[in-house]
C-alpha cells in the first residue's frame, strides 16, 4: 500500500510538471505574438502619425503664408477704395486741368496721406507729364521727396496709357528704394465717363513698418520680403524659386529642427512673378509630433504588458468556466426532467385572453409613434419652408449649399448661385397693402418656379429676396437662364383691385468652384452682386467672382457708407467754415483803383508769386460771406479730409442726409448768437450751405428747411444756399421751384462752380441766383492766360447786368486780387485769404 502510494504521489508530480512546461510554452507564444504585434503597431502607428503630423504643419504653414497674402490684398484693396474715389472725383478731374491748389491744401496734405497709408500719389495729365506729386515717409510721419519714384514709372509706360475707362494696374512693382504695392487708375468724372484727363498712382512700400504690421495683423512671427529679380537673393529663397509659380505660388520646407518656412510668390502689376515671401514658423506642430511618438512607445508597452496578462487569465478562467457551464448544463435538464413528471400544466383559460390584450397595447404603441411621426415631420417641413409661397427658406438653401460646398471634388464640377431682389415690391406693398405684397410674392415664387431646372432649388430667402441654386451647372448656363428670367419678369403684370403694376428685378450671380472656401464668401459675393445690380438702376444682372477685388472694393465702400450712417447719427461730422471778402475793401486804399489792366505774362502757374494778401487785411473784418465746409472725425479724433468719403456718400446716396445733418447743426449753433444778439441779419451777410443734387430734388426738402428756420428761430437771411451748374440744369423746373420757396422767406442762393460744367448764359435768366461763384480753373490763371481773363472779364460783366453779385474762388495771390478788383469782381475767397478753419473758432469769436 505504501508503495502505491509513492508511485500516485510521483505520477501527479509529474503531472504537475507536465502542467507547468505547458503553461510556459503558452506564455511564450503570447509574448512572442504581442512583441509581434507591438512592432507592426508602432511602425505602422508612428509611420501615419508623422505623416499627419507632417500634413498638418505644411498646411499650417500654408495657411499662414495664405494669410500673409491676405494681408497684402487687403492692403491693395485699401489703396484701391481710395485710388477709385479720388481718380472717378469731379474735383480730381478739375484738378488735372487747372492744377487747384485748394485740392492740394484740402486732400493732399502730409496729415491725409498718412492717415491713408500712401507713401506717395502722384497725378499725370494725359501727355504723361506729372502735374503734382507728394510723397510721404510713414515711419518718421514727414514728408518726402518722390522725383527718384518718376524714372521707375516712365520706364513703365503702360501705367499711364489706359486703354479704357475700367482700365486698372494693381499688384507689386520694384522700385530703387524697394518693393511698392502699387495702384494706377484713369482719372474720370464723379460718373466715371471719359474722356481721361490722365492717371493717378498711389504706392505704399513693403517697408520694415509695412511688414511689422502684417507680423501683427497675421500674427506670423517672421516676414520676410524680396524681389524675386533681385541679386542678393538669399541661398533658400534662390533654392525654392523655380518651384513657385503663379498657378502653385505657395510651398513649404523645414530649415531646421526648431524652424520651418513657409514661401509665396507674389504677381507683379502685369501678372507676372514679382515678389518672394517667405514667414518662418516654429515647428511647434512637428516637437508635438515627437512627444506624442514616444507617448504612443509607452502606451504600446503598457497595452502589451496588459494583452499578455488578460489572455492568460482569460485562458485559464474560459477553461474552467466552460467546465462548470457544462456541469450546469447537465444538472438543470436533469432537474427539469424530474419537474416534468411531478407537476402537471394547469389554468390554460387564464392565459387565452393575453394575445388580445397585447395586440390592443401595440396598436395604441403604433398609433401614437405615427402622430410622433406626422408632428416630426411637420415641424421639420416648417423649420426648412417659407409658410407663404412654400418655398425652401433660407436654412434650407444655405444647407445645401453647404453640401454642394462640401462635396466639391478635382472633377472640375461648377455651381452658381442667383440671388434675387424684386425691383418694385415695395410700391405694392405700400399702395395695396400687405395682402397685395404676399399674393405678388407667391405669384413671384411660381413664375421662377416654371423657369428654372427641376434640379435647381429655388428659395425664398426673406422679403422680397429669392435664392436660386444652379448645381453642376456652367456660368454660361446660368447666365442664359437668368436672362430668361429678367425677361419673364420685365412682361409680368401683377393686377390688384384693378390697378396694374409692372415688376422687375435685380439679379447677382457668382460662380462656386473647388478654391470657394465658406459660404460666407459665397453669399457676400452673390449679395453683393445682386446690390450693385440694383445700384446701377435696377433691372438688370450682374456678376462677382468669389474674393475677387470688385468684392474687396464694394465691402470696403459698403463700409465707408456705414462710417457715414453712424457718423451722422453720432454726430462724428464738423462744420469748418472760410471767410469770403469784398475785393475792394479787402485790399489797401493805394491799390484799390487802377488806371489799366494788370499785365498778363506768360508765368509758370503755382504759388510762387508775392504775398498773398496785405499785411493790414483781416478776414474776419471785410468778410461778407463765410462758406460752410464740412469735415469728418475718425476713432482716434483725426480729421478726414472731404475726397475720403463724399464721392462714397454721393454714390450711396447720403449726401442728401448730410445735408439736412449740416442744416441742423448749423442753425443750432447760431441759435444762440441770434438770441443773445450777437450777430444781426445783414441785407449782405449770409452763411454759405452747399446743397446736394439728391436735396434740390427730394419733394419734401424745402419743407424740411422752413421747419428748421422756425424751430431754431434763425432768421432765413442769414443764409445762402450754394448749388452747381450741372445740378441746376440737370433738373431745371425743381431747381426753379425750389429756389424761388426759399428766396420767399429771405434766403440768398449762389450759382457754384460756373464755367466747369455745361456753362450757358441763356439758362442763368431763367435761375433767380443772387450770387455767380467763378469756377477757380479761370481765377488761378488769371493773371498768365489771356482767354481766361477775358472768361472772367465777360462772365463778371453778364453777372451785373442780370443783377448778380460776383465771387471769385481759389484766390491765391496778391496780384490776382488786384486784376479781380480791376475788373469789378465784388467778392474773393481762396487760401490767399484764409484758409478753412473750424466754424467754433468764428462762432466764439476767436
Known sequence: MASKGLHSKKKDAGRRAGAITLRQKVLWIIGAITICLFVSLYTIGSTVLEAGFTTVEQRSVATDVKRVFTALNDSLDKLDSTAKDWSAWGATYDFIQNGNPAYIHENLSTETLILLEFNFALFFNRSGQLVY??????????????????????????????????????????????????????????????PMRGTLIVGRYLDASKIRRLTQKTEVPTISIYPRSSKQLPPDFKAISPKLTLQNPIAVQPLNQNLIAGYGLLPNIYGQPGLLIRVDIPRLVFQQAQVSLQTFLGLLLIAGILFTLVTLLLLEKLVLTRVFEITDGIKTIQLKQDLSQRLPIKGEDELSHLPIAINKMLAALELSQQELWQSRAQYQWQANHDTLTELPNRRQFEQHLQTLLR???????????????????????????????????????????????????????????????????????????????????????????????????????????????????VMTAADLACYAAKNQGGDRIHFYEIGSSDVQLQLSEMNWALKIRQAIEENCFCLYYQPIVAVDQFLNPDSRVLTSPPPVADLALGLEHSSLVPDHASPAEFSRQCEILLRLKDEAGNIVSPAAFIPIAERYNLMPAIDRWVVRTLLAQLQPLVAAGSILPLEDYQYAINLSGGSINDPDFADFLLEQFQHFQVPPSLICFEITETVAISNLKQAINFIQTLKQVGCKFALDDFGSGMSSFAYLQSLPVDFLKIDGAFIKSLNQNQINYEIVKSINSIAHLMNMMTIAEFVENLETLNTLNYLQVDYAQGYGIAKPAPFQDFSSGA
Request: charged residues 20%.
Open 133 to 194: 506729386g507728394k510723397g510721404v515717409d510713414l515711419e518718421r510721419q514727414q514728408a518726402v521727396p518722390v522725383t527718384n519714384l518718376l524714372a521707375t514709372i516712365r520706364s513703365n509706360p503702360k501705367l499711364l496709357q489706359h486703354q479704357n475707362n475700367d482700365s486698372e494696374y494693381r499688384g507689386t512693382m520694384e522700385f530703387p528704394t524697394g518693393p511698392v504695392l502699387l495702384i494706377s487708375r484713369p482719372i474720370l468724372t464723379n460718373e466715371q465717363q471719359g
Open 407 to 521: 462635396n466639391i471634388d478635382d472633377l472640375g464640377e461648377k455651381h452658381v448661385v442667383c440671388v434675387l431682389d424684386l425691383d418694385r415690391f415695395k410700391i405694392v406693398n405700400d399702395t395695396c397693402g400687405h395682402a397685395a405684397g404676399d399674393e405678388l410674392l407667391r405669384q413671384i415664387g411660381l413664375l421662377i418656379q416654371k423657369q428654372v431646372r427641376k434640379t435647381d432649388l429655388l428659395a425664398r430667402l426673406g422679403g422680397d429676396e429669392f435664392g436660386i441654386l444652379f448645381g453642376h451647372c456652367a456660368l454660361e448656363e446660368a447666365q442664359a437662364i437668368a436672362q430668361s428670367l429678367q425677361k419673364s419678369l420685365q412682361a409680368y403684370r401683377f393686377v390688384w383691385q384693378s390697378k396694374v403694376f409692372t415688376i422687375g428685378a435685380s439679379i447677382g450671380l457668382t460662380q462656386i468652384t473647388q478654391e470657394s472656401a465658406e459660404i460666407t464668401n
